[in-house]
């Protein structure tokens, strides 16, 4: 069972830059394909970006491609999700999640689990 706690949020101009980390417990980090989902108010939870489990594939929701960059250090057991040019449409919470065996490739919020506590980034005009 993985322990995932998210960080790094905040308020932030539209045009600017934040980094969000993803601190998991246990050794199940390491094996475990990731992802970085959000949730604004009054919508649902969306996919944003998934890393495989060694680092090595990454993909990202269209919305976001070409901003947000995820990655992971596994011997730190952390997870990332650097944001650049933020737009006040990526105001939410953000959460990290472990995608289930299957899920990968999917932009399914559905396939994820165990679930952080979500860390809120705002963006203002």
């Known amino acids: 069972q993985v322990q995932l706690v998210e960080s790094g949020g905040g308020l932030v101009q539209a045009g600017g830059s934040l980094r969000l980390s993803c601190t998991a417990s246990?050794?199940?980090?390491?094996?475990?394909?990731m992802g970085w989902l959000r949730q604004a108010p009054g919508k649902e939870r969306e996919f944003v970006a998934a890393?495989?489990?060694?680092?090595?594939?990454?993909y990202y929701a269209d919305s976001v491609h070409g901003r947000f960059t995820i990655s992971r250090d596994n011997a730190k057991n952390t997870m990332y999700l650097q944001m650049n040019s933020l737009r006040p449409e990526d105001t939410a919470v953000y959460y990290c999640?472990?995608?289930?065996?299957?899920?990968?490739?999917?932009?399914?919020?559905?396939?994820?689990?165990?679930w952080g506590q979500g860390t809120q980034v705002t963006v203002s005009s």
């Open positions: 246990g050794r199940a980090f390491s094996r475990s394909d």
């Open positions: 999640a472990v995608q289930a065996p299957g899920g990968w490739g999917r932009r399914v919020s559905a396939d994820f689990r165990s």
């Open positions: 890393i495989s489990w060694s680092g090595g594939s990454t």
